[in-house]
């Protein structure tokens, strides 16, 4: 599987665990599990081999969506993406600090008529 973005799990994790627990919500699950898998992939190189076959599970659900599956909002709504739908994962820690969720291509777009985000 593709290697994990250790600065962008580690936004995650520790400055801004609103995502995390956005993803937890109406789930059986309870953010502290979520943040719990997560710190120790922060302490182990991000080897999701380690990780027990329940954490990988928790893993699957909730991380690997907020690190790997990431949709574009697009110009105005996901419907309008440029781009293939998905945010390319060099980008993601750019859109959780800002909270703006776009593809390079939609930036592209935007960058002409908007100011620097
Ligand atoms: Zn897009």
New binding site residues.
Partial sequence: MEEIDLNLLDYLVNADTDYIKAAVAGTQYLPRTVLGVGTFLLDHDGDVNLLTAKQQVTFEKFLKPLLFHVA???LAGPET???N?Q?ETDLLRKCYQSNIF??H??RTATAANTIEE
Avoid: D, I
């Fill in positions: 574009c909002q697009g993406c440029m781009g739908g945010v776009r593809c291509a939609c």
